[in-house]
């Protein structure tokens, strides 16, 4: 008798044995070291681009706020009949935290009040308005204000004496721009002579007990202050240094 061994109609497909796995290799500490210098770079760069971009907005923001306050001082003028002035902080103290966060950077508007005999002139001057302070960072620049207005042919901002808002009860040393009762931005010397000014800003820093702040990367902005109080923004930092 024989004997047959059973097959199966579909038989097994036969696969060749699998090949035993790979171990992946991990990332040495060279280039582990390399990835990290290179994400340290980027975000070097980006700190930098990032603080640029914060200093333009801190000296187009003192722009706005510095442009407004010359209009406020302009319609106190010329809607009172009596003089007004802007007033700049230049008391340069820095022993007293007050005077050292003001430097250059804190602005208000003044108006003269009236004597005895209701005259404008001799009535003294008075804070009117809010004050303002510019960003951190961002200060007048007298050296730089004078010379564009003398370029351009405008009048120059003077210097008075005044008690501000504030803690101390000392009168403090101040820049000053003036409008005339008829709302006309007059020179500090002689009002008759040279209508107008120019406020330029600068972004930049001060060493301690240093007058004037050390500008950075040329970053400065202004504008032209009219005969009749209108104002002219500069485009660039290249056209103040080149006004004329």
């Given at each position: 008798?024989r004997?047959?061994?059973?097959?199966?109609?579909?038989?097994?497909?036969e696969?060749?044995?699998?090949?035993?796995?790979?171990?992946?290799?991990?990332?040495?500490?060279?280039?582990?070291?390399?990835?990290?210098?290179?994400?340290?770079?980027?975000?070097?760069?980006?700190?930098?681009?990032?603080?640029?971009?914060?200093?333009?907005?801190?000296?187009?923001?003192?722009?706005?706020?510095?442009?407004a306050?010359?209009?406020?001082?302009?319609?106190?003028?010329?809607?009172?009949?009596?003089?007004?002035?802007?007033?700049?902080?230049k008391?340069?103290?820095?022993?007293?935290?007050?005077?050292?966060?003001?430097?250059?950077?804190?602005?208000?508007?003044?108006?003269?009040?009236?004597?005895?005999?209701?005259?404008?002139?001799?009535?003294?001057?008075?804070?009117?308005?809010?004050?303002?302070?510019?960003?951190?960072g961002?200060y007048?620049?007298?050296?730089?204000?004078?010379?564009?207005?003398?370029?351009?042919?405008?009048?120059?901002?003077?210097?008075?004496?005044?008690k501000?808002?504030?803690?101390?009860?000392?009168l403090?040393?101040?820049?000053?721009?003036?409008?005339?009762?008829?709302?006309?931005?007059?020179?500090?010397?002689?009002a008759?002579?040279?209508?107008?000014?120019?406020?330029?800003?600068?972004?930049?820093?001060?060493?301690?007990?240093?007058?004037e702040p050390?500008?950075?990367?040329?970053?400065?902005?202004?504008?032209?202050?009219?005969?009749?109080?209108?104002?002219?923004?500069?485009?660039?930092?290249?056209?103040i240094?080149?006004?004329?």
């Amino acid at each position: 008798m024989r004997i047959r061994t059973p097959v199966r109609a579909n038989p097994l497909p036969e696969f060749p044995p699998l090949p035993p796995p790979r171990r992946r290799a991990g990332f040495t500490l060279v280039e582990i070291m390399a990835v990290m210098m290179v994400i340290a770079i980027l975000l070097s760069v980006a700190a930098v681009g990032i603080q640029s971009i914060d200093r333009g907005q801190a000296t187009t923001t003192a722009l706005s706020v510095t442009e407004a306050l010359f209009d406020e001082a302009r319609s106190a003028a010329a809607g009172r009949g009596t003089r007004a002035r802007i007033l700049i902080h230049k008391e340069l103290n820095d022993a007293e935290v007050e005077d050292r966060e003001r430097y250059l950077s804190y602005m208000c508007v003044a108006v003269e009040g009236t004597n005895q005999a209701g005259e404008a002139q001799g009535g003294g001057w008075k804070v009117d308005t809010r004050a303002t302070k510019l960003p951190t960072g961002v200060y007048f620049s007298i050296e730089e204000s004078e010379r564009v207005a003398a370029a351009i042919g405008v009048g120059k901002p003077g210097t008075m004496s005044i008690k501000l808002p504030g803690k101390s009860d000392a009168l403090k040393e101040c820049y000053y721009f003036e409008f005339n009762p008829e709302g006309v931005c007059v020179d500090s010397e002689n009002a008759a002579l040279d209508p107008g000014a120019v406020v330029v800003l600068i972004s930049g820093a001060r060493p301690r007990d240093e007058e004037e702040p050390t500008i950075l990367k040329n970053n400065k902005v202004g504008f032209v202050v009219w005969r009749n109080g209108r104002t002219s923004i500069f485009r660039s930092p290249e056209q103040i240094d080149r006004a004329q």
